[in-house]
């Protein structure tokens, strides 16, 4: 009999994704089902394979999508048909997660397993808040609690109140929202000074993250003034004091910003990872896919006469990652452009070359029409070149207009097309309806009219977003569709687009009214 394991438990952390094992990773690209929970992060699900089977059971407070037992019923099921199930669930399994008892099911029904610990919140959620649960000063010892215990069970409590009460290290509550004066009373009445230091964590780790801090008796209606929800941790003790000089995630520069990605899934990666890196709280909303031309014969037949042009002119990192792929499929090397010198417009697509073994000979110190020319005719008459420019589909005419005018034999190709990415824009569309958005980030002009087309612009209508466009060919089609720019970088690159955002950001909390 095979005794590897089928059915994984592993533990997604408390909420920012960058918290989970490696080997947890590793198991959700191999895995045939993935059953997941309300707090995994929904961009752990992205290193899934694309025929992965993704199910949601819920388990939130009060609202389960599937009861526990479904829930085990359905792992054996799974089990039973496939070779690899993780079960996702938010925190550490084994940490008031209920793995045990999904473990003991599997067990019972001899399906092998493997545990995967994961980090639990009450640990995440104290580090983000700036909260260290020991310290040699305040905290020689630990305890971690249920904030609810079983309802259907009978009988006395199995916390040990009285203990608890006289704890002198750091107490920390799961699950506590709901029953938080009942905890603060209980600790109370069993001898825990009122002011004892205590904090509670809602979302800990993510960017929704709040912290409240006051003393035992005066934080349940402290919770109820700020209209405190779950997922929240209590963290009881005096390790909280530590706080003020410890606070260091909730004092990123964009930390509860919510911001509008609209590149696509592929390139939208790095703005998305610069951003939440920067405390941003960041809705992704892909309006464009990169596709291949629907005739690759043109691309084709240039690559193959290469030795023809004098300049190769590569306007983005879309247009080389084309460029290469073509060349690659026909056998070829960066040898093949051995006879002719290659622009780069912009470092990002400098850089990209450069990964590709090609150093541009040219990179315009400005992305418009009129620089390019003007770098390139610094170097030599343009009059009479042989110009070869694979672009996108539905590239603006500028670029080579502006290049024939200066007598230059332009051959422009279609090098992939940019089309609609229908993904369901649900999120976004519930974030502008509650107008809880801070800024919407266009890097293209393809992305402001392919957003627009699946926005509903009444939705854009008496908003407080800011927009942010990373350059003037891209503001202008914003300006054009009636909306405002709030905030263009001088130089037209992902870096330079967070730059001014974090300093219009900080402008406006020093201007502040």
Known sequence: MDNSPRVYLVGAGPGDPGLVTVRGRQLLRRADVIIYDHLVASRLLRYTQPNAELIFVGKKADCHTLPQDQINRLLIEKA?????????????????????????????AGIPFEIVPGVTAGVAAAAYAGIPLTHRDFASNLAFITGHEDADRTGPSRIDWPALGKWQGTLVFYMSVKNLSFICRTLQQHGMSPDTPAALISWGTTPRQRTLTATVAALPDLAVEHDISPPAVIVIGKVVTLRDRLNWFEKRPLFHRRIVVTRSRRQGGELLDRLTMLGADVLECPTI?????????PLHKAISELNNYDWIIFTSVNGVDAFFHALETLGFDTRRLAGSSVCAIGPA????????????????????????????????KLEGNNILLPRADIAPPDLSLSLRNSGANVHEITAYRTVIDEAPLDEVVNALEQNSIDWITFTSSSTVRNFLERIDKKLLSGKSFRIASIGPV???????????????PEQYTIPALIAAIIDSETYNQKHEI
């Open 80 to 108: 039973q048909n496939c070779e690899c199930v993780v079960r996702l669930k938010g925190g550490d399994p084994f940490v008031f997660g209920r793995g045990g008892e999904e473990a003991l099911e599997l067990s019972r």
């Open 289 to 297: 896919k990169i596709e291949p031309p629907v005739d690759t014969q």
């Open 349 to 380: 697509t400098a850089g990209r070359l450069k990964s590709n073994g090609l150093i541009a000979d040219l990179i315009p110190p400005r992305f418009r029409a009129e620089s390019i020319v003007e770098t390139l005719e610094q170097n030599e």
């Open 474 to 488: 891209t503001s202008d089609t914003i300006k054009q569709a009636g909306l405002e720019v709030h905030v263009q």
